[in-house]
């Protein structure tokens, strides 16, 4: 078995502020699960602490993020079933952990506040590899955000 949180250092000195910007990708439905290499560390929140480590590299700090949040198809059926606030104990008491939309916004601001550059862009989008009508919006919508940083980065915006 190959430990991929121990193999994350050989691909941090291939970020260069050359890149136009970033894709970070996160499973939402994986709020309630361990790392197969460390099973007490939950999934989760090994990506908030990555996401939160990539946001903190200084020759990256400027790039924008794509932020896509995953497998919402997934997460849309163990939200009613797996406790939210029994893995996140600051998941907002007057909001009801079994609501889709409150789960997902409750994830999404965790990653937003991660972000320590506040002048950086990041472009969040909920997902489900599986809805091809979905994943068409996205890719249309994510091709003019990586125009309009390439029209941007070179003067012509």
């Known amino acids: 078995m190959v430990c991929q949180k121990s193999l994350r250092h050989f691909w941090m000195p291939y970020l260069e502020a050359t890149l136009g910007g970033m894709i970070f990708l996160v499973a939402l439905s994986s709020y309630d699960q361990f790392l197969e290499e460390e099973p007490t560390e939950n999934r989760m929140m090994d990506a908030l602490q990555l996401f939160e480590g990539i946001c903190k590299i200084e020759k990256v700090n400027h790039l924008p ?7 919402l ?3 849309e059926e163990k939200i009613k079933v797996s406790s939210v606030k029994s893995h996140f104990n600051n998941f907002p008491a007057h909001q009801d952990e079994k609501n889709l939309k409150a789960g997902k916004n409750f994830f999404k601001s965790l990653f937003l506040e ?19 009508k979905l994943m068409k919006v996205i890719f249309i919508a994510v091709r003019d955000i990586i125009y309009k940083l390439n029209l941007s980065n070179s003067g012509l915006m």
């Open 65 to 71: 993020i794509l932020l896509f949040l995953n497998k």
């Open 114 to 132: 991660k972000n320590s550059n506040k002048e950086r862009r990041i472009y969040s989008h909920f997902t489900s590899a599986t809805d091809t």
């Open 73 to 75: 198809d997934l997460f």
